[in-house]
């Protein structure tokens, strides 16, 4: 047997193939798709453009009309959000990727990012509603989401999210849909996934948890005392630290500017939280991250607190197709090795 490569527990720092995606320089503060800087493209791009780039770059939409297979609409009472995008994936014909040329698998990538939205939507309101033909994709979330039209400041900060997260480097759900991606299945069960690796608490489901601190902050005279109480208590506090960032999120930077466009009085105690956070944890090298003001954002758009992590996906799901066709197109299982530590035989 070939001598195992011992690596660093949860494989950080380790570089385990080579991606054409994107990537994040955390020492720098800076991240991009496609040689492409991320926050520049957050700033001055749609999300179907920037879907576009991370796809695959081809110049071709990656974005159709969102419409959901009628099969679904009798059933959604019986789905989560994994069992509906499974169940989508099957009405809509996804197959192995291993037994499709690269436009089929496009083809398949485009319906599922596509009718994502669709779908969160008609699990919350228990029905569908489609999409509209003269609104863009984020707007016709909002507009799904809550039946009524969205301001274009709402759609703007909106969408400014869902690019800034579109795709971060090889995170736990990323990497969980390249190895499943690498078995050669379909990229349903590709995104089924990584939606099951983005629903842990170490991962995309601690946005919740952010307005939970605001909430149990309330006013920004109480801020110290409260972050104290819980570092006492040896309780994490939320929106701070980065497995990767030294230097400060640029994602957060963004959403802090987003956010003060869209709500001032909200913004003044989130950045007060934050200037108190780093303080209270200037020992440790944290820095804020992402969760901190996206919930936020969410929220003053009109997003439902339990829709989060699902809202979540709606803009990561391109990241995760064009990873799994990345993956795929290589041929190659993903199969690691273990130390066995137990009892010897």
């Known amino acids: ?10 494989l950080h720092g380790v570089a385990v193939t080579a991606t054409t995606v994107g990537d994040v320089l955390g020492d720098e503060g ?17 999300f179907e453009e920037v879907a576009a780039i991370v796809l695959d770059d081809s110049g071709a939409p990656a974005i159709g009309d969102g419409t959901l297979p009628a099969s679904l609409a009798p ?10 995008l499974s169940a989508l994936a099957e009405a809509i014909g996804t197959r192995a990727l291993v037994d499709l040329g690269p436009e089929q698998r496009r083809v398949d990538a485009v ?9 969160v939507a008609a699990l919350h309101h228990g029905r569908v509603t489609p999409p509209r033909a003269d609104l863009g994709h984020v707007a016709n979330y909002l507009w799904m989401l809550t039946g009524v039209d969205p301001t274009p400041e709402a759609v703007r900060a909106l969408e400014t999210y869902l690019v800034l997260t579109i795709d971060h480097g090889f995170n736990a759900s990323t990497f969980a849909a390249r190895v499943i991606a690498s078995t050669g299945t379909d990229l349903g069960g590709c995104l089924v996934g990584a939606l099951a690796a983005l ?11 952010v307005l939970d601190m605001l909430d149990g902050i309330a006013e920004a005279d109480r801020a110290e005392v409260w972050m104290r109480d819980e570092i006492a208590a040896r309780r ?31 913004h003044a105690l989130v950045a007060h939280v934050e200037q108190t956070g780093l303080r209270v944890l200037a020992g440790r090298r944290l820095v804020a991250n992402v969760d901190l003001y996206a919930p936020v954002v969410l929220e003053a ?21 064009a990873h799994a ?21």
């Open 75 to 84: 059933l959604l009472d019986r789905f989560d959000l994994r069992t509906g």
């Open 301 to 321: 758009c009109g997003v439902p607190r339990a829709l989060f992590t699902a809202t979540f996906a709606v803009g990561r799901v391109v990241g995760w197709c």
């Open 111 to 119: 319906q599922l990012i596509s009718a994502l939205p669709t779908l």
């Open 1 to 10: 047997m070939a001598e195992l490569i011992e690596v660093p527990r949860g």
């Open 236 to 266: 994490r506090l939320m929106g701070f630290g980065h497995s990767v960032y030294r230097a400060p999120d640029p994602r957060c930077t963004l959403l802090s500017e987003v956010l003060a466009a869209l709500s001032p009085e909200r």
């Open 30 to 46: 800076y991240f991009h798709y496609r040689g492409r800087s991320a926050v520049e493209l957050a700033r001055t791009s749609t």
């Open 199 to 209: 629903s842990g608490p170490r991962h995309g489901a601690s946005m919740a948890k």
């Open 325 to 345: 066709l990345e993956q795929c197109a290589e041929a190659k299982v993903i199969r690691p090795a273990a130390y066995y530590v137990g009892p010897p035989p």
